[in-house]
C-alpha cells in the first residue's frame, strides 16, 4: 500500500437547485484503512485509483425543499457517508473466488475514498494491459460505451446522412463526433465555449456551434442544417431538444443520453416539450440507452473491441479533465454542473499519486 491510512469524501448536506458548490461535503484524512481479515464472502479491498465525476450523480444530491420524495427521487445518496459512482482501482485483498490480489477492476458504486470494501458482484475485471485504469473510465469506460449504443445501436448510421450532438466536448459527446465521422456521417456538434468548438472541430465535425452566443436555437441550427438532421444524440435536454425536433428529417432517430439543463430543476421549473407533434408525420423513433442495460453483451464486446484498436493505435481522441487528490472531487463535480471543466472529469485519488 502506498499510504497508511484512508481518506473519505462525506456528504454532509444536499445541494439546492442550482447550486453548485463543494461546500456540501467534508474531506476526512487518516481514516483506518479496512481491515482484510473482517471481509465477507464476496467482498474485495480496493484501493481507488481514479473516480468518474458524472452528470447523473446530481440526481442523488438534490435537496428536495422538505417535499416528499417522489418515484424518480427515490434513490439519494445518505448523509454522513462517501457518496458512490463509477470507479476503478486494484484489489488489494479478496474474500471473493473470481477476484485476487492484483486484479484491476471497475465498479459503478465505488465509494469516494481511498481504500474501499466492494462487493464482487458490482465488479468488472480489467485487462492487465498498459493502458492506464483512467481509460478504463474514459475512453473505455461508460462515456465510450454510451456513445456507442447510441451511435450504432439507436442511431443505425448510414453514410451521407447528419448528426447532431449536443454537449459535443464532453465525455460521451465527443465519441459520438468520432463514431460518427468514421461512419460517413456528417457531424453538427453544440458546444458551450470557443475552446471547446476548437476542440469538436479537431475531431472533425463539419460544424460547430456556441450555443451560449449562437442566438436563437431554432434559426441557429437551420443554418447549419439546412437539409435536416437524421440523428440527434441528445445529451441536454429542453431547449435545445425542443429545437432540435422542429428540424428532423423524416425517419430520423432520437437519441435520448441525458437531460442536463433539468438536472437542477425541480419539476415545476421544466418546461415540456411543445413540439412533438411536428413528428407525427415523419415516424421519428426517441429511443433513451443505459449503459447498464448493456454490459456484457455482445455489443459491449464488439464497443471493446473497436475502441482498443482505436486507442492502442492513436486514432481516437478523448479529452480528459483529470484532477489530482479526492479532496478534488467535491469540486470537479461543482465544476461539472457549472460547465468549467473541459473533457471528462476524472479524479485521481492520493492513493494513485503516491504510487
Known sequence: MSTSTNTRVVLQQYAPKDVHSPDFFSVERNQPIPDASLLKPGQVLVQVEALSIDPHQRRFIDSLDGQDFDKEKAFVYP????????????????????????????????????YAVVADNTLIKLPQSS??????????????????????????????ETLLVSAASGAVGQIVVQLAKARGLRVIGVAGSDDKVKYVKSLGADAVLNYKTCGDFVQALGEVAPEGIDIYFDNVGGEFLDAALLHLNTHARVVICGSMSTYAADKSEISGIKNLD??????????????????????????????????????????????????????????????????????????????
Open 131 to 160: 493502458l492506464p485504469l483512467t481509460d478504463y473510465i474514459g475512453v473505455l469506460g461508460m462515456p465510450a460505451f454510451t456513445a456507442y449504443l447510441g451511435v450504432v445501436m439507436v442511431g443505425q448510421p448510414k453514410a451521407g
Open 278 to 355: 411536428t413528428l407525427i408525420v415523419k415516424e421519428v423513433t426517441l429511443r433513451s440507452i443505459y449503459y447498464l442495460l448493456h454490459v456484457g453483451t455482445a455489443i459491449e464486446e464488439d464497443f471493446l473491441q473497436e475502441m482498443a484498436q482505436l486507442v492502442e493505435q492513436g486514432l481516437v481522441k478523448f479529452k480528459t479533465d483529470v484532477r489530482v487528490g479526492l479532496e478534488n472531487a467535491p469540486q470537479a463535480l461543482a465544476d461539472l454542473f457549472a460547465g468549467d471543466n473541459f473533457g471528462k472529469l476524472i479524479v485521481k485519488t492520493l492513493a494513485a499519486v503516491d504510487e
Open 79 to 114: 448523509l454522513g457517508q462517501p457518496i458512490t459512482g463509477i470507479g476503478a482501482g486494484v484489489v488489494i485483498a479478496s474474500g471473493s473466488n473470481r477476484f485476487a490480489i492484483g486484479d484491476r477492476v471497475r465498479s459503478d458504486e465505488i465509494p469516494w475514498q481511498t
